[in-house]
């Protein structure tokens, strides 16, 4: 009966593989990441953003989840077009893009970066495509903080590593706070966390004036241009090629009608180009995005929107599955593998696998991925955000099983062991036959927490691009500001993720524990 339950849990897992395996090849957000060819040869330009929350450079469309939007995003599809290349978005998470530009996962990276001394020291820059300032929100029904002298004495929001942070960290009087996510820093202003914000002003509008509980107020705050970024003094002719696409772009007015229909057209922009036309562009992006996003009026509406949430939650869901079940395919066997080492190997394989588990399990999980992601190809060894997320979990949580391992190993009595071998069975034989089976009836609960917590863990791979339950969180709840109903949907999923497993684990208890009291009985 033990091994029966055995082959059903090693049928599950394959299958899970197998699943995981089809939902990677028909993932579209998220390709293996693969060196660029050159630009004299490529015939796609691969560039880098985060689409995740990131409204409205790039993201995903609201009113189409599937298809991707933003001022950004319309720019590189026009220089792509001037180039004669297809553009093609690779998703990266923020902290990742330029690690990912470094290790020539694409060509270039456009996503707000701002042109400071700073990040100039660290990449090359294209010229500026658009130029703003910063601007200050507050709720709807705030007074007084319409200025930036005013802002002493208050908690002031902005996103990290911004001329807005440098700028606030600059004055004594004001309590900065820094936030990765917009969305998590106007929810704060919304719940009065935060006194106001401090923010670029494409983010502004879109997160503050499109909704009816923030406004804008103030003259606008310093300067700052953004640039497309490439690697430090690499692809300088494709960078020189972009360089005279956008010239060509101001001049025939192709960048101001692109901004106009994101109403996106400012005054630094109009003195910094000398154009200062009217087009007569009407701003239809703005307007759409505003229709999409607009609060849902009653429960049906409300009802109908998470229902249309639905095939993106499914499909976070099976991502999440497919890593999990794959790394713990590997946690099982590599724990297995270092529990026997540690207890009946000799004395220096024992050595070798307690300093890996100490090693593991003394370092953070996200560090680990982010260095087989991002660290290892400085070593020629590249690997796709699936395999490297697999690779990742399954290396950190076999430490862990075989800790788990080790306990049930030493609770088989000795005894076991010199009664088989005495029945002429090897000392292999006798840990496959014997000590094995006994020590998975007690770690069979263990396990089942243990693929529960992966499955939580999983979360951590979106940071090298892989879109599973967490992100879609994030995604969907950044778009509509909704992170109630959202979040109980995506906590639904991953309560049914789990659930099955905890079932299955259960039986096996139940016929394990029925198979130890027959054999008693025999005896």
């Known amino acids: 009966m033990k091994a029966l339950v055995l082959r059903a849990l090693a049928l599950a897992m394959v299958g899970l593989f197998l699943q995981g395996a089809a939902a990677l090849a028909q993932e579209p957000e998220s390709p293996p990441v693969q060196p660029v060819a050159s630009p004299a040869s490529a015939t796609v330009l691969k560039w880098g953003a985060d689409g995740t929350s990131n409204v409205p450079y790039t993201f995903h469309d609201p009113s189409d989840e599937n298809r991707m939007s933003g001022f950004e995003y319309d720019i590189m599809e026009e220089i792509g077009r001037r180039l004669g290349r297809e553009s093609q978005f690779v998703q990266n998470d923020w902290d990742g893009l330029i690690p990912g530009l470094q290790r020539n996962f694409y060509e270039m990276v456009i996503c707000g970066i701002e042109m400071t001394p700073?990040?100039?020291?660290?990449?090359?820059?294209?010229?500026?495509?658009?130029?703003?300032?910063?601007?200050?929100?507050?709720?709807?029904?705030?007074?007084?903080?319409?200025?930036?002298?005013?802002?002493?004495?208050?908690?002031?929001?902005?996103?990290?590593?911004?001329?807005?942070?440098?700028?606030?960290?600059?004055?004594?009087?004001?309590?900065?706070?820094?936030?990765?996510?917009?969305?998590?820093m106007f929810a704060d202003l919304r719940n009065k966390r935060l006194d106001a914000i401090l923010i670029d002003g494409p983010i502004a509008l879109f997160y503050g004036e499109a909704d009816p509980d923030f406004r804008i107020v103030g003259p606008p705050v310093g300067h700052l241009s953004y640039g497309i970024a490439f690697a430090k003094g690499a692809n300088i002719e494709l960078r020189h090629q972009v360089d005279a696409a956008l010239k060509a772009m101001v001049a025939d007015g192709t960048l101001h009608r692109i901004l106009a229909r994101w109403n996106l057209w400012t005054p630094e922009m109009a003195a910094w180009t000398g154009d200062y036309s009217e087009p007569g562009v009407a701003p239809t992006e703005w307007q759409r995005y505003i229709a999409a996003t607009m609060p849902t009026q009653g429960w049906r509406a409300r009802l109908k929107r998470y229902v249309s949430f639905l095939p993106l939650i499914g499909k976070g869901a099976v991502m999440t599955l497919a890593v999990s079940a794959c790394a713990m395919v590997l946690a099982v066997g590599l724990g297995l593998v270092l529990a026997l080492a540690r207890r009946y190997g000799p004395t220096w394989v024992a050595m070798l696998a307690t300093f890996y588990i100490e090693i593991v399990r003394g370092t953070p999980l996200l560090i680990q991925i982010l260095f087989i992601f991002y660290g290892l190809p400085g070593l020629g060894i590249r690997l796709s955000p699936f395999v490297a997320g697999v690779i990742g979990l399954g290396l950190n949580y076999a430490a862990y099983e075989a800790e788990n391992y080790r306990a049930g190993l030493q609770s088989v009595a000795r005894g076991q062991m010199e009664a088989a071998t005495a029945l002429n069975m090897t000392h292999t034989q006798a840990l496959r036959y014997v000590v094995v089976p006994q020590a998975f009836r007690v770690v069979v609960p263990v396990m089942t927490n243990d693929f529960i917590s992966l499955l939580k863990d999983s979360s951590l791979v979106s940071i090298i691009t892989l879109t599973e339950l967490s992100q879609t969180y994030v995604r969907l709840s950044s778009t509509y500001f909704d992170y109630f109903g959202t979040g109980l949907m995506v906590g639904g999923a991953y309560l049914l993720l789990g659930l099955p497993f905890v079932r299955l684990a259960r039986m096996a208890e139940r016929r394990l524990a029925v198979s130890e009291r027959r054999s008693g009985a025999h005896h």
Do not use: C, W
Not at 147 to 173: C, F, N, P, Q
């Open 118 to 184: 700073e990040h100039m020291d660290a990449v090359d820059f294209s010229q500026p495509y658009y130029m703003t300032s910063e601007r200050i929100v507050v709720r709807r029904d705030q007074a007084g903080l319409d200025s930036y002298e005013r802002l002493g004495g208050h908690v002031i929001g902005t996103v990290k590593d911004t001329l807005a942070e440098r700028m606030m960290g600059e004055r004594h009087d004001i309590t900065v706070r820094g936030y990765d996510e917009e969305s998590n």
